[in-house]
């Protein structure tokens, strides 16, 4: 069974810091783009950022950008976000995606295997 799994969310008061992962299991990703997204209460779920299937071109949101560092093992089968400098806006549950490409997109629809989803908590 292909899965996607994160891992490393948590609470953290706003300024602080957390690195998400996100481990493939049942199947490779290594040709493949991964990216993260993210969805909070009564809202739209919205791209956060993506890697290409090599990690040398990484995508990213206008909310992510100079904040959060995607980076993923050269095997090709965990990707991991470092996210800096927490907002309250940042609080969400966040999934990581397999896109059917090697280059990052930020259209859900381009991804089929998405995660259960690891919670973010910022607080103020």
């Known amino acids: 069974q292909v899965q996607l799994v994160e891992s490393g969310g948590g609470l953290v008061q706003a300024g602080g810091s957390l690195k998400l992962a996100c481990a493939a299991s049942?199947?490779?990703?290594?040709?493949?783009?991964l990216g993260w997204f993210r969805q909070a209460p009564g809202k739209e779920r919205e791209f956060v950022a993506g890697?290409?299937?090599?990690?040398?071109?990484?995508l990213y949101a206008n909310s992510a950008k100079g904040r959060f560092t995607i980076s993923r093992d050269r095997a090709g089968n965990t990707m991991y976000l470092q996210m800096n400098s927490l907002k309250p806006e940042d609080t969400a549950l966040y999934y990581c995606?397999?896109?059917?490409?090697?280059?990052?997109?930020?259209?859900?629809?381009?991804?089929?295997?998405w995660g259960q989803g690891t919670q973010v908590t910022v607080s103020s």
């Open positions: 049942g199947r490779t990703f290594s040709n493949n783009a």
């Open positions: 995606a397999a896109n059917r490409i090697r280059i990052a997109s930020s259209d859900s629809g381009g991804y089929f295997s």
């Open positions: 890697i290409s299937w090599n990690g040398d071109i990484p």
